[in-house]
């Protein structure tokens, strides 16, 4: 069993607490370009959505990168980036389909969630608690179960 | 520099030229920023006696120290000139996350001069300064521009920029930013309307530095927790937002009625924050590094009304509801919608359309006057018109977008306007809360609530509780709050935050921040400064003590029902002790000793 980052959209007002909190944990100071979240706004609708890395299982950034600087940690499962072996070829960035690895052209390093090494500041930081840290088995259920109550109540009201 | 990024950029639309200069770290220090270094800038460099509309004003943008860290809820940036409405000194200030990409582009402030010959936008990436056309966006309402601009520039540059409104010179018009947010009152829009300026779009990568890191995120725990744990901050903004108000005031006899008729409106809870939390509320929103979410997030289905986008706040429910005696909520926020895509101030569009209706209720103006609109009390769908009317500038909205006073002086009634300097008086009616009418009477902007908020304690009981009806002890405490809320809105925080912290949690802020020691006392001390800058300008601007008064019916006539009924406002009493407690003269001039004190002289 491992841990995730789970995305609650519909709670999430758009206030990019978390983009500065991943920045000033890995930079030190505040530069969202840097951060390894975003947050994108739909500012007509009000709708907010924070992005980022997923930690997939069969991780493209991992397959592509040929100096193995990007890898997977068997111990926590999370996909990791050894910034040592990291040649800056950028095709990580090139791979990832969700957009979650990119490339800091300021700090010439590749911006990609590390979790925090298992204590994500953005989660910490975010003030409605649209960023959770949660087991992976146990955040599913938890979406699941409250899905289910929303298809209860709509079926409910027939 | 740590907080600030010492940097200002300056355009003049006129020549095109564009310059960097440094920002001087003493002025920083003593005038922190945004609101406050925003005045000594067009103090130093403007004439108070200019024209609002004339190039030579300037229109000045500026951030604070902690816009763009995530200290809780401050992000935002302040619109300083001379306003157009007020003939003052204007600073009008706005959330979202424009503020902070101006700073990550590498400024703290910008400071526009001139005026462009033709329709301009300005493109600014980090040191990439380019004025460009905008024929193709004059016309467009705010997120028409909003989404055509960010189509031609970069997806993720911030906007803020000017709706029909604006460019029509209206002098109730607002700067809007990131589509929902409004810098607006004074009538900020009309100046960059009258520099023939669209928009200012900005991408920034740079960084906000911190002095001590480890203090800083110390003082930020500290301040998160207090507003979190405190029952307005932590909880009651994000559920009902600011529109919590409406029964709170209306209990007390305070909400302003049928243009200040009154002080008591039965119906008011039709369009209170919680009926909008059951029916049209989306979801709470917040500003950038907010913590505390009173945007709304609101869409309303009822075809008649269709629309949506955000907002109301208390400010704009009661102006459109109470105050035009409407108590239909589908309405209030279609007249909201508009003012947000047109780009107008929702409190003086609310206070002028009440103001017409009183016109016509008694007959001053008539059917042919307002070209066939009904405008009077009750008549929502007449209310809803007559705002987009006034967006757009066509028929009789072309009347009420002079605002209220010019409106009511047209038609040889300057009385029924409810201003103070030529300003809408916000949602609080001074005879039933005797601090807050000083404030507005004394505000430097005119009538205004958020810049000396002494609701707080007069009705909220926060941060201790102070007798409403009484005078004593009013003098102080208003003068102490403008003195903080000028620094603090300096700083780039949200008012709301005093929902939690104060002084102390400020100066902790800040000097771990910038690196600058600061102390609750030289915390207040820079915003006592602030504002006596402001009075130093306006008295240059020609206003005098003669126009720190309220509208006649507020100090004559009683609220009629309610809990405050037959209350005046009994601010004769209260100005003489006022200008006493500021340590300025009988005539309201600051005196040298006070300037001395505050290295102003
Ligand atoms: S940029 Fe670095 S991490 Fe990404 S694929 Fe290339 S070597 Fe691997
Ligand atoms: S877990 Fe850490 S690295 Fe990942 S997005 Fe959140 S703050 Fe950034
Ligand atoms: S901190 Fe939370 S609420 Fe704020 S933008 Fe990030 S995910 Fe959304």
């Given at each position: 069993m491992s841990m995730m980052l789970m995305i609650h959209p519909d709670k999430c007002t758009g206030c990019r607490n978390c983009e500065l909190a991943c920045s000033m944990e890995h930079e030190g100071n505040f530069r969202p370009k840097a951060s390894r979240i975003h947050v994108y706004t739909w500012e007509r609708e009000g709708f907010s959505v924070p992005m980022m890395c997923q930690q997939c299982k069969d991780a493209a950034c991992v397959t592509v990168c040929m100096p193995r600087a990007m890898h997977r940690n068997p111990a926590n499962g999370q996909v990791e980036l050894d910034a040592d072996k990291c040649i800056g070829c950028k095709m990580c960035v090139q791979a990832c389909p969700f957009g979650c690895a990119s490339w800091d052209f300021q700090g010439l390093q590749i911006l990609k969630c590390d979790t925090c090494d298992g204590s994500p500041s953005c989660a910490a930081i975010c003030p409605t608690h649209a960023l959770e840290w949660v087991e992976d088995t146990i955040s599913a259920q938890a979406r699941k179960r409250s899905f289910a109550a929303k298809l209860k109540n709509a079926f409910a009201e027939v | 520099m740590h907080g600030w990024i010492g940097r200002i950029l300056r355009i003049d639309l006129g020549t095109g030229k564009v310059s960097t200069e440094a920002l001087k770290p003493e002025l920083a220090r003593d005038y922190i920023g945004a609101r406050g270094l925003g005045t000594k800038y067009m103090y130093d460099e403007v004439d108070p006696m200019v024209d609002p509309l004339s190039p030579a004003n300037k229109l000045i943008f500026a951030s604070g120290p902690m816009t763009g860290t995530f200290a809780p809820s401050a992000g935002r940036y302040d619109v300083v000139t001379k306003g157009p409405l007020t003939g003052t000194i204007a600073a009008s200030n706005s959330g979202g996350a424009w503020g902070p990409e101006l700073k990550y582009a590498g400024y703290d402030m910008l400071i526009l001069e001139?005026?462009?010959?033709?329709?301009?936008?300005?493109?600014?990436?980090?040191?990439?300064?380019?004025?460009?056309?905008?024929?193709?966006?004059?016309?467009?309402?705010?997120?028409?521009?909003?989404?055509?601009?960010?189509?031609?520039?970069?997806?993720?540059?911030?906007?803020?920029?000017?709706?029909?409104?604006?460019?029509?010179?209206?002098?109730?018009?607002?700067?809007?930013?990131?589509?929902?947010?409004?810098?607006?009152?004074?009538?900020?829009?009309?100046?960059?309307?009258?520099?023939?300026?669209?928009?200012?779009?900005?991408?920034?990568?740079?960084?906000?530095?911190?002095?001590?890191?480890?203090?800083?995120?110390?003082?930020?725990?500290?301040?998160?927790?207090?507003?979190?744990?405190?029952?307005?901050?932590?909880?009651?903004?994000?559920?009902?937002?600011?529109?919590?108000?409406?029964?709170?005031?209306?209990?007390?006899?305070?909400?302003?009625?049928?243009?200040?008729?009154?002080?008591?409106?039965?119906?008011?809870?039709?369009?209170?924050?919680?009926?909008?939390?059951?029916?049209?509320?989306?979801?709470?929103?917040?500003?950038?590094?907010?913590?505390?979410?009173?945007?709304?997030?609101?869409?309303?289905?009822?075809?008649?009304?269709?629309?949506?986008?955000?907002?109301?706040?208390?400010?704009?429910?009661?102006?459109?509801?109470?105050?035009?005696?409407?108590?239909?909520?589908?309405?209030?926020?279609?007249?909201?919608?508009?003012?947000?895509?047109?780009?107008?101030?929702?409190?003086?569009?609310?206070?002028?359309?009440?103001?017409?209706?009183?016109?016509?209720?008694?007959?001053?103006?008539?059917?042919?006057?307002?070209?066939?609109?009904?405008?009077?009390?009750?008549?929502?769908?007449?209310?809803?018109?007559?705002?987009?009317?006034?967006?757009?500038?066509?028929?009789?909205?072309?009347?009420?977008?002079?605002?209220?006073y010019r409106l009511a002086s047209l038609y040889g009634h300057p009385e029924l306007s409810m201003t103070v300097k030529k300003q809408e008086m916000p949602a609080y009616d001074p005879r039933a809360v005797q601090g807050i009418g000083l404030n507005y009477a004394t505000n430097n902007r005119g009538g205004c609530h958020v810049r000396g908020y002494s609701i707080s304690p007069e009705v909220l009981g926060v941060p201790f509780k102070v007798d409403k009806d009484t005078i004593d002890g009013k003098a102080e405490l208003v003068a102490l709050f403008q003195n903080l809320t000028a620094a603090l809105d300096s700083t780039g925080s949200c008012l709301f935050t005093t929902f939690g912290i104060g002084a102390p949690e400020f100066a902790e802020l800040m000097t771990s921040l910038t690196g600058f020691a600061y102390t609750g006392e030289s915390f207040v001390e820079a915003g006592e400064r602030v504002w006596n800058l402001e009075r130093l300008w306006n008295l240059k601007s020609g206003l005098t003590a003669a126009d720190d008064t309220l509208p006649p019916r507020l100090l004559k006539e009683p609220i009629v029902t309610g809990a405050s009924k037959g209350a005046v406002s009994r601010l004769p009493e209260m100005l003489p002790l006022y200008y006493g407690v500021r340590g300025w003269d009988a005539d309201g001039v600051p005196t040298k000793e006070k300037l001395s004190a505050l290295a102003l002289a």
């Open positions: - | 001139g005026r462009a010959e033709k329709p301009v936008y300005l493109w600014i990436q980090d040191e990439k300064v380019e004025i460009r056309d905008a024929a193709h966006l004059w016309g467009k309402d705010v997120p028409e521009t909003t989404e055509a601009l960010n189509a031609e520039t970069a997806a993720d540059a911030k906007i803020a920029c000017i709706g029909p409104a604006g460019e029509n010179l209206s002098f109730i018009a607002a700067i809007m930013n990131d589509m929902q947010r409004a810098a607006g009152r004074t009538g900020v829009g009309a100046v960059m309307g009258s520099k023939n300026l669209k928009a200012v779009v900005v991408r920034g990568t740079g960084a906000v530095t911190v002095a001590d890191k480890d203090a800083f995120l110390a003082a930020v725990a500290k301040a998160s927790t207090m507003i979190k744990e405190h029952p307005v901050g932590g909880t009651g903004l994000r559920l009902y937002g600011t529109n919590v108000l409406v029964n709170i005031l209306n209990s007390v006899g305070g909400l302003p009625t049928a243009n200040f008729q009154d002080g008591h409106y039965p119906t008011a809870d039709k369009v209170g924050g919680e009926t909008l939390a059951a029916n049209q509320l989306q979801r709470p929103k917040g500003c950038f590094s907010c913590i505390i979410s009173c945007g709304r997030a609101t869409k309303v289905t009822n075809p008649k009304y269709k629309g949506e986008g955000e907002g109301p706040e208390y400010e704009t429910a009661w102006g459109f509801g109470p105050d035009c005696l409407i108590d239909d909520l589908d309405a209030v926020l279609k007249a909201n919608y508009y003012c947000n895509e047109y780009g107008i101030d929702t409190i003086s569009m609310g206070g002028t359309v009440a103001c017409a209706m009183e016109l016509f209720h008694r007959g001053v103006i008539t059917l042919e006057d307002t070209e066939g609109l009904e405008l009077d009390f009750g008549n929502a769908e007449a209310m809803v018109e007559a705002v987009r009317l006034t967006g757009l500038g066509q028929g009789f909205g072309r009347k009420l977008a002079l605002g209220s």
